[in-house]
């Protein structure tokens, strides 16, 4: 069965620092993955998704991820963090061989410090 | 384009009432998905629909959750008896064809809590 592991209840950071907001993940196939950003009272904002191909993919506002096969790893980067990076963050993983199902991670709010 | 329509976006009902969630997804969008999301946790996938059937409800508490895509379009997820512990945001995405790999579009959510 599909599933995803976000360690960290929560990470601080100092704004301007690089931030890391880990993932990992397990699938019988080949993976699909996605990162997701909620704000308070709204849904789910996509940043980014690894399909295939290199394993750094670049999203939305500045943010990365750096997909690691061997380590089932997919932690999401950012080189400078501001204030308004300030939110819930969430991994998401699809399974290729098998349907649509995308199952998420518990999730990890991201607290950058002015 | 739009973006995934729901409604209402908050809900406070007493224990053993009924309640009724509407989703509009993005327009073309075959796959619908409906997840519970409990307050500190990650979305739960509570049922998705490919066009108008169901692909996978496994997680649906079929004894008191209900939902139906009558023409592949919009979707009600209906709740009768609610309990206490159904308060939470139900989230419903949508997804273009499944040709290529896209991601999930989410709706705003409702807020729904039970007392």
């Known amino acids: 069965a599909q599933s995803v592991a976000q360690p960290e209840d929560q990470v601080n950071v100092a704004e301007g620092n690089p931030l890391t907001v880990k993932c990992t993940y397990s699938?019988?196939?080949?993976?699909?993955l996605f990162w997701y950003v909620q704000y308070p009272n709204r849904g789910l904002q996509f940043l980014l998704k690894?399909?295939?191909?290199?394993?750094l993919v670049k999203g939305s506002y500045g943010f990365e991820a750096e997909f690691n096969k061997s380590q089932t790893s997919f932690h999401l980067k950012k080189p400078s963090a501001l204030v308004s990076d300030s939110a819930l963050y969430f991994c998401?993983?699809?399974?290729?061989?098998?349907?649509?199902?995308?199952?998420f991670g518990k999730g990890t709010r991201l607290h950058i410090l002015p | 384009e739009a973006g995934v329509a729901q409604s209402p976006r908050y809900k406070i009902i007493e224990k053993r009432q009924s309640v009724a969630f509407w989703c509009n997804p993005i327009?073309?969008?075959?796959?619908l998905y409906w997840y519970q999301q409990i307050l500190g946790q990650g979305p739960k996938l509570l049922i998705q629909?490919?066009?108008?059937?169901?692909?996978?409800d496994s997680q649906l508490p079929k004894d008191r959750f209900s939902a139906e895509r009558l023409k592949g379009v919009d979707s009600t997820l209906k709740i009768q008896p609610a309990k206490l512990e159904d308060s939470a945001v139900y989230l419903c995405?949508?997804?273009?064809?499944?040709?290529?790999?896209?991601?999930?579009?989410f709706g705003q959510g409702t807020r729904l809590t039970v007392v």
């Open positions: 699938v019988s196939g080949n993976p699909y």
């Open positions: 998401a993983v699809r399974d290729q061989n098998r349907d649509d199902k995308i199952i």
């Open positions: 629909f490919q066009n108008n059937g169901v692909v996978d």
């Open positions: 690894y399909i295939t191909g290199d394993n």
């Open positions: 995405a949508s997804r273009a064809p499944p040709l290529g790999v896209t991601e999930a579009f």
């Open positions: 327009s073309g969008h075959a796959t």
